[in-house]
């Protein structure tokens, strides 16, 4: 999995691709929490590549959440698939992580 | 006789240690056989052991080059080393006067070099060595008996691992219901099978007040720590029995935002209450969205998941949701190992036929064989309540 990052329109988008499980679940987290120090609150999480989640990604996905929230910003997630939304769905956790179309309009009009 | 009993080696403890940890005779350990593949590459000899003293005898855990795991105690180098307590180096056993004379360097395998470093057990007491051999004679420098020693500790904190995992699974077991509640009209009964060793699933009934109180939960991850997790949702979620679920699960939630907000972790749970005489069911639901009831007539109803997972520190209004259980219907919770083993192409399917064919043990016995033959990647947890049909209760009385 490669990790990718890259400014758009007031946020920082972070692009994954692969399969978001337990293997990588630590790097996403380290990832936001560096932004997060940085200064960099608004991150939108570029899922277009991910083909597959299990619940320790979800876990990293929540875990980033909380800590952009935390310093006063937000995350969002962009272009999730069907694997991806069905099981957000499952959870319930698409009430907390709405799935945005398009990683950079995912600030839009904030 | 070379090897001597020296006065302050206590052999009635080291045999107690050793019986304690029930390591002899168990099979090979990958864990263990990498240091001695390590041993040997490291050091360029052709024979490497991790071995343990029996009464009589020395047991090899692991070996390379010795084309056996047993051989008598008496005049082993391994004894003596053991007995010393220190790092032992025999550069050349026949030039050796304490050695010379040994059946093992006299007669096969004609041992030359020797050099061992002890093992201990949790309380120090000296159990085995692990230990380099050669035919040819040769030295140890400070430096590689340093590495000897290091690896020693490796082997040892591995067994010792292995030890503490042992007692872990142990107790896990015990935390699980032993017993099924009597619910005259209802048939009981669970499932569970963990990936590793230590499973991240947790189920657990008891029977109150004319019912059954009953939870199924998922910690994320799997292994040690979603078990410690598990263990501390069972308790959170037995206390105070027979408060409503919805207090259950939202206290839950509170002490487990508390405790792993700071790990990414979280847990989805069904958590549920029936009552016999009605087959009235009240449950909360927190994200895990896999409980389901068949009814009589083979169609299945989805138990509509209402809240969040467990443990998210997140803002949550909990809700209660009710279902009823009537007469010929199943009720069935799992976790989503389940849904690996099972036929993708048509799950419901599948469970129904199962359960219609096999009955609720038949079934419980099928996802077990599914379980275990299929590489499992995740902790698999089946409950099943299934309450008579009208028929098979006339049947009854």
């Given at each position: 999995m490669n990790i990718e990052r890259r400014d758009s329109a007031g946020a920082v988008v972070v692009g994954l691709d692969g399969r978001l499980t337990a293997a990588v679940a630590p790097l996403l987290r380290a990832e936001v929490s560096d932004l997060v120090a940085a200064g960099r609150t608004r991150v939108v999480v570029d899922l277009a590549g991910v083909d597959f989640i299990d619940s320790s990604g979800l876990g990293a996905l929540i875990g980033a959440l909380k800590a952009t929230r935390v310093a006063g910003g937000d995350l969002r997630i962009a272009a999730a698939g069907e694997q991806v939304r069905q099981v957000l769905r499952l959870t319930n956790l698409d009430r907390v992580l709405q799935v945005y179309p398009d990683a950079d309009g995912a600030f839009d009009g904030v | 006789m070379t090897t001597a009993p020296l006065a302050d080696f206590d052999d009635a403890a080291r045999q107690r240690a050793i019986e304690e940890l029930g390591i002899l005779d168990t099979p090979r350990d990958e864990r263990i056989d990498r240091v001695t593949r390590l041993a040997q590459e490291m050091f360029g000899v052709p024979m490497v052991s991790v071995t343990l003293l029996d009464r009589e005898r020395q047991w090899r855990k692991s070996e390379i080059?010795?084309?056996?795991r047993e051989a008598p105690r008496e005049d082993a180098f391994c004894d003596f080393t053991v007995r010393e307590g220190r790092t032992v180096v025999i550069p050349d056993a026949s030039a050796d006067e304490l050695w010379a004379a040994n059946p093992f360097v006299e007669g096969d395998p004609h041992l030359r070099f020797y050099a061992g470093h002890p093992l201990l057990a949790g309380g120090g007491e000296r159990i085995g060595t692990l230990c380099l051999l050669d035919t040819k004679p040769r030295s140890l420098d400070e430096r590689e008996q340093e590495l000897l020693r290091e690896l020693a500790g490796w082997v040892q904190s591995e067994i010792l691992r292995q030890n503490e995992l042992d007692d872990a699974v142990a107790v896990q077991a015990t935390l699980r219901p032993r017993t099924v509640p009597e619910l005259p009209g209802y048939e009981i009964a669970a499932l569970t099978v963990a990936a590793g060793q230590m499973s991240g699933d947790l189920y657990d009934w008891y029977a109150i007040g004319g019912g059954v109180r009953f939870t199924l939960a998922d910690v994320m991850g799997k292994g040690l720590g979603a078990a410690l997790l598990a263990a501390g949702l069972r308790a959170s979620l037995r206390t105070l029995p027979d408060r409503e679920v919805l207090d259950a699960v939202r206290e839950a939630d509170r002490l487990l935002d508390a405790d792993v907000?700071?790990?990414g972790t979280f847990v989805t749970a069904f958590h549920g209450h029936l009552d016999a005489g009605t087959g009235s069911l009240d449950y909360v639901d927190a994200g895990h969205s896999l409980g389901f009831i068949l009814r009589a007539d083979d169609t299945w109803d989805h138990l509509v998941s209402t809240g969040m997972p467990l443990g998210m520190g997140l803002p949550e209004l909990r809700a209660q949701a009710h279902a009823q259980l009537g007469p010929g219907d199943v009720f069935m919770v799992c976790s989503d190992g389940l849904l690996d083993v099972?036929?993708?192409?048509d799950p419901f399917g599948q469970v129904r036929r199962a359960l219609r064919e096999g009955g609720v043990r038949g079934a419980l016995d099928e996802a077990g064989r599914l379980a275990r033959g299929a590489t499992a990647t995740d902790d698999l947890t089946v409950m099943v309540v299934a309450r008579e049909s009208v028929a098979a209760q006339e049947r009854t009385t």
């Open positions: - | 080059g010795l084309g056996g907000a700071e790990l099972l036929d993708p192409e």
